[in-house]
């Protein structure tokens, strides 16, 4: 049996005794608003930059502190996020940033890239890293963690219960990271080919349908090229469905490394890929087209230690005349379809 004034798992610094009981039921009043705070943030874009800043207000109900860091492990990549109220200077930032890169095992901190972003502004006061105290919290277990979270602050070390408060906000922020990971990993999934890892048909669609909402509102150029794979029945019918598989693999990442950054590239049904370029107009489409077309014509294929050559098509269109995704794409199949008439391997535009 517990004593009367011993704390149940689970609920953070409950004193039953008749003194603490108001602070108590209010401390388990504000953890029940700083979950729904984070539930909230599920699903919005940028969610782990949501949930620092989110943390770095409301946490401050708990506990004081200057500054809030969090490191978040996210696939192949490590994105650090910090938060300050504007007294912080740049050497406690820096301070914060190392403190939570040394609690990385090694492999993951010498082979994951790191982003990191500073949200709040900066001061200029003296730094005195001995003034500094810092807590320390891991996001989840050691066998599933997704990453660390820090509060440091100048002036004091904090307490027992302060790191207890804080460890137990933690266990909350995880869960939420976890909820915003698994989100963004079935939306993923709903947007990507499963073959080809690049878009896929209905959200390559959706891209362009909102570039051309852009196009329309600002007057900016827009074009898309449609490409098609030259005779790839034939690798089908004499590699084997296998090979033509790796081969789509590979030319859907020829076509989307040979784009820029602000260009969307889809597998549009079989072997046709569509490129969608926003702020280009046609002559620069083809220039950019004709770089793929090359590209393939010039690549060796392997499959199993046969070499495969091949050959690709395409069509180019402009954005004019308020026309709708549907004619787009219908104008580059046009002159998709004209470049193989005229014997392939080549990419044709002709102004709409």
Request: proline letters at 2%; glycine letters at 8%.
């Amino acid at each position: 049996m517990p004593e009367d004034n011993e704390t149940p798992e689970g609920i953070i610094g409950v004193d039953r005794s008749a003194e603490g009981s108001d602070s108590a039921h209010n401390l388990l009043h504000k953890e029940i608003r700083f979950v729904k705070g984070l539930q909230t943030i599920i699903g919005e874009i940028e969610g782990r930059t949501l949930v620092c800043n989110y943390s770095y207000d409301a946490i401050q109900d708990f506990v004081r502190f200057d500054t809030l860091g969090l490191l978040a492990c996210t696939g192949d990549s490590v994105e650090i996020c910090l938060c300050t109220g504007g007294l912080t200077s740049q050497e406690e930032i820096d301070f914060m940033q190392s403190m939570l890169v040394s609690l990385l095992p090694g492999p993951i901190r010498e082979t994951r890239p790191s982003r990191t972003i500073v949200l709040g502004e900066l001061g200029h006061k003296a730094f005195e890293p001995a003034a500094i105290g810092a807590v320390v919290a891991a996001l989840g277990s050691r066998e599933d963690s997704k990453g660390f979270m820090a509060l440091a602050r100048e002036g004091s070390a904090f307490s027992e219960r302060e790191e207890r408060v804080f460890k137990r906000l933690c266990s909350h922020i995880a869960l939420a990271l976890e909820k915003i990971e698994l989100f963004d990993r079935v939306t993923q999934l709903a947007i990507t080919d499963g073959l080809t890892g690049i878009f896929n048909h209905l959200h390559i669609v959706t891209k362009l349908e909102g570039e051309i909402a852009r196009s329309r509102r600002y007057g900016s150029n827009l074009s898309v090229i449609l490409f098609d794979i030259d005779n790839f029945k034939d690798i089908n019918d004499h590699f084997g469905h296998l090979a033509g598989d790796q081969v789509l693999i590979r030319v859907a990442q020829l076509i989307k490394n040979s784009m820029r950054n602000i260009d969307a590239v889809g597998r549009y049904g079989g072997e046709e890929f569509l490129a969608v370029l926003p702020e280009t107009d046609g002559e620069a489409a083809l220039t950019m087209a004709e770089r793929v077309r090359s590209r393939i014509q010039d690549e060796h294929f392997v499959y199993e230690d046969q070499v495969i050559r091949l050959t690709l098509s395409g069509g180019v269109a402009d954005y004019t005349n308020q026309i709708e995704a549907s004619r787009l794409i219908r104008i580059a199949d046009d002159n998709l379809l004209a470049a193989k008439k005229q014997g392939k391997n080549m990419v044709l535009y002709e102004k709409n």
